[in-house]
C-alpha cells in the first residue's frame, strides 16, 4: 500500500498546485468568461483533493492533508510574473496549459498503478 499511498498523495498534491494556479492566474486574466472558468476549475481541483484525502484517509486510518508542490509553487510564480507584467490572456492560458501537462500524466501514472484501492481509483 505504500508505493500506492505515495502515487495518490502526488494525485492531491498536483490538484492542490492546479487549484491554486487557476486560481491566481484568473486573477489577471482580462476576459470575463476566463476568469469565471478558471475559478471554477480552481474549485473542482480543491473538491477533486478534498474527496482523494478522506477517501486516502479513511483506507490509509489516519488522516491525510496534503499540501501543493516545490515545482507548482515556481510555475505559480511564474505565472503570476507574467499576469503582473501585463501578459495577455493567451500567454496565460499557455501556462495553465503547462500545468495541465503535468496534472495529466501524473493522473495517467495514478490511473497505472495497479495498487490504487478501487474506491480511490473510482474517484480518479
Do not use: C
Not at 492546479?18 to 469565471?36: A, I, M, Q, V
Not at 500567454?91 to 478501487?118: C, R, V
Amino acid at each position: 500500500m505504500a508505493f500506492a499511498e505515495s502515487t495518490i498523495r502526488n494525485v492531491i498534491e498536483i490538484l492542490h498546485d492546479g487549484e491554486r494556479g487557476f486560481s491566481s492566474l484568473s486573477k489577471n486574466l482580462k476576459d470575463e468568461r476566463l476568469k469565471t472558468f478558471f475559478t471554477d476549475e480552481a474549485s473542482y481541483r480543491g473538491k477533486f483533493a478534498h474527496q482523494l484525502e478522506t477517501a486516502l484517509s479513511a483506507i490509509a486510518g489516519k488522516h491525510v492533508e496534503e499540501g501543493g508542490t516545490t515545482s507548482g509553487t515556481i510555475h505559480r510564480a511564474w505565472g503570476e510574473l507574467k499576469g503582473n507584467l501585463g501578459g495577455s490572456d493567451h500567454t496565460l492560458l499557455e501556462t495553465a496549459e503547462q500545468g495541465e501537462e503535468s496534472a495529466k500524466k501524473t493522473y495517467a501514472d495514478a490511473l497505472n498503478e495497479p495498487d490504487i484501492p478501487t474506491p480511490i481509483r473510482a474517484i480518479l
